[in-house]
């Protein structure tokens, strides 16, 4: 699956420079992005939310292209981190 790998480093680096306080709390914690990102990505998020939510977030990827799917996820992180 190289292009799941390449999106994971991706999201990795767009956390490390949006989200730098996070990234080194998941590090000292010893989580890796795989452990959340392969749920999120390989499913397009339907595991994770609500079915309503799921429809707008697939709107948005249908509309934009697929790496939209790497603004989601930090936007889920900084929404997650702040809440």
Not at 9 to 32: D, G, M, T, Y
Not at 61 to 74: D, F, H, N, S, T
Request: with cysteine; hydrophobic share 55%.
């Amino acid at each position: 699956l190289p292009l799941l790998r390449r999106y994971l480093r991706a999201c990795e680096n767009l956390v490390a420079e949006s989200l730098p306080e996070l990234r080194e709390h998941f590090i000292k914690q010893n989580v890796q992005p795989a452990v959340y990102l392969h749920q999120w990505f390989l499913t397009l998020f339907i595991n994770c939310f609500p079915i309503s939510m799921v429809m707008i977030l697939w709107d948005v990827i249908m509309c934009e292209g697929l790496p939209v799917i790497l603004r989601i996820a930090v936007s889920i992180l900084q929404v997650l981190k702040d809440s």
